[in-house]
């Protein structure tokens, strides 16, 4: 289990004057409570899920129609999915640009420098601007006889017009579906044709490793792939960047660019009052607001339909209630517009802060030789210091990452020690377990007085189940608390729930808001027979394992209560990926802290998994280890890692065989595979994967045979 400590890392001022302390506060004079801490807090918002999701909406200045109705509390089984605010209409856009001032600025785009435009500059958009853009692309998308329900599609880079593409799709009660630039046409086509999108916004070129790469080949492939597989052919708006001349020869002639488009909506002006007010679509709680996807490596990604509401509440309740987000903030996230995280930081904008927009691309994942192999688009590894520069520059104050960023760049950089950094308030790392190690890290040499949120949810349910509170401390290792309203446990084979410090499978156990309205198609956008696969689909992902109980397949482990936390969260691995030799159960992060923490000169990337012995009753451990470039594996380091991990955890955690591999493979989010990786060792062909989600497929032809000799081995023994 990874260490932690009882003597916090941060520790909070003013916490009687933070918005977590001034909803208590308030709760209990509304309904005469005695809470006296976030414990409490916790408690009564998971049993009382109605009368607290209600105060949310006003706490937070929701606007829209409320109604009377919040949810049925005494339902007990979640894949009956309940309804939630059945009264209420409301559109998240609407809430989104609730600032129009012509001062504030709500968006700043910074790309990667290229030999060719050494110094690209920043572009910025008011509130003011940006609602007038949005205007204007609403009335766009209805002269082209725009519907509610319709998809709009992107296959872009982290932009401007990305954003505002976006809400212009919301205000109208469309549905956005988002693909990253660094996609391959063919997952691109596996998502898009699912949905079947009307429009379709891209890029015409994007920079990654401080080059610039063509963009419209891509997107020609993923048209042609669209042309047989879906009835209608989507409209394109391409959105020229400036990165490179415009080539006519490349370009359909139905193309439109993005100029042209919104002027055209300027011109018609539909959709708007006569004083040029966006006529916002109100739609239910419960209608669709996006689709989200899930990796898909062994088969189609599924569609995930997240709700207008939901989206809407929880980020209201994230931002403005647990995280202090304020309209003075300055919030980066580093992140594709395929990851959850991206919609994410665009529901910061409800709170009326400044969003800068700088993307990141997993596709160069593992080709860049050390020090910089995790490269991105705008390649933060290549030249490290630029995102800190940024900090520097644009007073970032919210700071999102991944914990993979940061494990790479603590191996080779000090952030503290070249740049200021005086602005930054928060640190937010997500996408994999944060080593307790890099706890150290973030605040030895990048800050020592920042709220370092380590969050978990996921694209399930497109925001979190764990995460950051501005009222409590921050431990060593730890997520900080579990989130208001998400009633999570870990919970044993057996279906009940553990005990505090005991490790178990991540559940929650009562109705929560974010929870997806489904699996598309949705009823009303499919035939009965597609609709009714989805739902046992939808069914099959999140409640076969414990009847009624949402199964969110992450292993954990819940702390006992200190600092009035309720209880952290330690993240262990996924569940699938649990490793179990000789019956006793654990998760692959504790290896891989064990190798981060005393290994990561030595060893680049690492993944463990478990090979099927004796019949399919036990399970051998497998850690199979990636170098540095010209390195070997030799006893005495596979000796040292054996040894360092029987001391730090138990002799059952120690590998039966390390192995070297050439890369570890992962998704385009730069996720390990562990899943897959243990399918193939165990036999599964590689005609059960889908290439399209990984980023560096063509290694996996090394674990077939691989797994080949390992079960060979074991045949003989």
Request: charged letters at 20%; proline letters at 6%; hydrophobic letters at 40%.
């Amino acid at each position: 289990m990874p260490t932690t400590n009882d003597s916090p890392l941060f520790q909070p001022t003013n916490v009687l004057e933070s918005p977590t302390w001034r909803f208590i506060s308030r709760m209990n004079e509304k309904y005469s409570l005695q809470l006296a801490s976030y414990s409490d807090l916790y408690e009564w918002s998971t049993s009382a899920v109605d009368l607290f999701w209600d105060a949310v909406w006003d706490e937070t200045g929701v606007i829209g129609h409320k109604g009377t109705h919040v949810v049925d509390k005494f339902a007990s089984n979640l894949s009956e999915n309940v309804p939630w605010f059945s009264d209420a209409q409301l559109n998240w856009a609407e809430n989104m640009l609730q600032n129009k001032s012509y001062t504030k600025v709500a968006l700043i785009q910074a790309i990667e420098p290229t030999s060719n435009i050494p110094d690209p500059g920043l572009r910025t958009l008011t509130y003011g601007e940006l609602y007038t853009l949005v205007a204007n692309l609403a009335s766009a998308l209805l002269l082209n006889d725009f519907k509610p329900g319709d998809r709009v599609a992107s296959y872009s880079s982290n932009c401007i017009e990305n954003v505002a593409a976006c809400l212009a799709t919301a205000a109208l009660g469309g549905i956005w579906v988002s693909a990253a630039a660094d996609f391959g046409a063919d997952g691109v086509q596996e998502r898009f044709e699912q949905v079947q999108p009307r429009f379709i916004f891209a890029v015409d070129a994007v920079v990654y490793n401080a080059k610039i790469h063509d963009h419209i080949c891509k997107l020609s492939l993923l048209l042609n792939g669209l042309s047989s597989a879906i009835p209608v052919k989507p409209k394109v708006i391409l959105i020229p960047t400036g990165l490179q001349p415009r080539n006519p020869t490349k370009w359909s002639n139905d193309w439109v660019t993005w100029d042209d488009f919104v002027r055209s909506g300027e011109e018609a002006q539909l959709g708007q009052t006569k004083s040029g007010e966006i006529e916002w679509r109100r739609v239910s709680f419960n209608d669709p607001l996006w689709v989200l996807f899930s990796s898909g490596t062994t088969g189609r990604p599924k569609a995930i339909v997240h709700r207008v509401g939901g989206m809407l509440l929880q980020a209201r309740k994230e931002f403005a209630i647990c995280g202090d987000l304020k309209p003075d903030d300055v919030f980066f996230y580093y992140t594709t517009t395929g990851w959850m995280m991206w919609n994410f930081l665009v529901s910061g904008l409800a709170t009326g802060c400044t969003l800068v927009l700088y993307g990141k691309s997993s596709s160069m994942v593992g080709n860049l030789k050390p020090p910089f192999k995790y490269s991105l688009d705008g390649s933060p590894l290549r030249d490290p210091a630029f995102l800190w520069r940024l900090v520097d520059k644009l007073g970032i104050t919210i700071f999102g990452t991944s914990a993979k960023y940061i494990d790479h760049l603590s191996k080779n950089y000090k952030p503290r020690e070249h740049h200021s950094l005086a602005t930054l308030r928060h640190i937010y790392s997500t996408g994999s377990p944060l080593a307790p190690q890099l706890f150290d890290y973030v605040y030895e040499h990048i800050h020592p007085n920042v709220l370092l949120g380590s969050i978990t949810g996921g694209t399930d349910i497109c925001s979190l189940f764990a995460g950051m509170c501005s009222a409590l401390p921050v431990y060593r290792g730890e997520i900080q608390c579990r989130m208001l309203g998400m009633a999570i446990q870990a919970f044993n084979a057996n279906g009940t729930p553990c005990p505090p410090g005991q490790p178990g499978d991540l559940v929650c156990t009562r109705p929560f808001p974010c929870m997806p309205a489904g699996f598309w198609p949705l009823p009303g956008f499919g035939t009965e027979e597609a609709v009714k696969v989805a739902q046992e689909k939808y069914r099959q992902a999140y409640f076969s394992e414990f009847n009624g109980v949402w199964y969110h397949g992450d292993h954990i482990l819940i702390t006992p209560s200190k600092g009035g936390n309720g209880g952290g969260v330690v993240m262990l691995g996924r569940s699938d990926g649990v490793l179990n030799p000789g019956g006793v159960r654990f998760g692959s992060a504790e290896l891989y802290d064990v190798i981060d923490m005393c290994f990561a000169s030595e060893i680049q990337d690492s993944v463990a998994v478990g090979l099927s012995v004796d019949n399919g009753t036990d399970e051998q451990v497998i850690l199979f280890v990636k170098l540095p470039d010209q390195q070997v594996l030799s006893e005495g380091l596979i000796q040292r890692i054996k040894s360092e991990i029987r001391s730090r955890r138990t002799p059952r955690h120690v590998p039966s065989k390390i192995v070297q591999v050439e890369d570890i493979p992962s998704t385009l989010n730069g996720k390990k595979v562990e899943v897959l990786v243990k399918k193939i060792i165990n036999g599964s062909p590689l005609s059960s994967v889908n290439p399209a989600t990984l980023a560096n497929p063509r290694c996996l032809g090394s674990y077939v045979d691989i797994g080949k000799t390992l079960r060979e081995l074991q045949a003989t023994a």
